[in-house]
């Protein structure tokens, strides 16, 4: 019997993928954002809770950072982030090879700890995440106010 995500997430401290679950349009939304104004990149979520591992994601509501980081910065900030350089060299290359029309590269960082996730074959594309989350603006944005930051060409 295989147990539910949130249950063998919560054993095992692995809990990314569920986050990655429950924020996929507004992750989407900044790399297809991000591709169009800057190229290829890497979006960089910093998640702001002091246990992830033991948080529902389908229920509790976690403060994090989206942000894209273009292909000429991603090095230093991985190694900013304390990964080898050989480590570094393959993730440069994935950043420049990647399909950004129907994949996702996403680096997620908690404390002192940052995961790289290559996300391919999704449900729903970068560009697709990016049209839903400007057409439904007002149930993302923290303040109603916040400029739409969504281009109408799309």
């Not at 104004?37 to 033991?54: I, M, P, Y």
């Amino acid at each position: 019997m295989q147990l539910p995500i949130e249950v063998w997430q919560g054993c095992s401290g692995y809990w990314q993928s569920a986050f990655i679950r429950e924020n996929l349009l507004p992750l989407g939304h900044v790399a297809w954002q991000g591709y169009r104004a800057q190229g290829r990149g890497l979006v960089v979520c910093d998640v702001e809770t002091a246990n992830a591992a033991s948080v529902n994601w389908s229920d509790a509501v976690v403060t994090y950072q989206a942000r894209y980081i273009p292909t000429a910065a991603v090095p230093d900030y991985l190694k900013a982030q304390g990964l080898k350089t050989d480590y570094v060299d393959r993730l440069r290359e994935a950043v420049q090879t990647y399909q950004p029309e129907g994949e996702l590269l996403i680096a997620i960082a908690h404390g002192r700890s940052v995961e790289i996730n290559w996300l391919r074959n999704l449900t729903i594309s970068p560009p697709d995440c990016y049209r839903q989350v400007c057409n439904r603006w007002d149930e993302f944005a923290l303040d109603p106010r916040a400029d739409r930051r969504c281009n109408n060409d799309d």
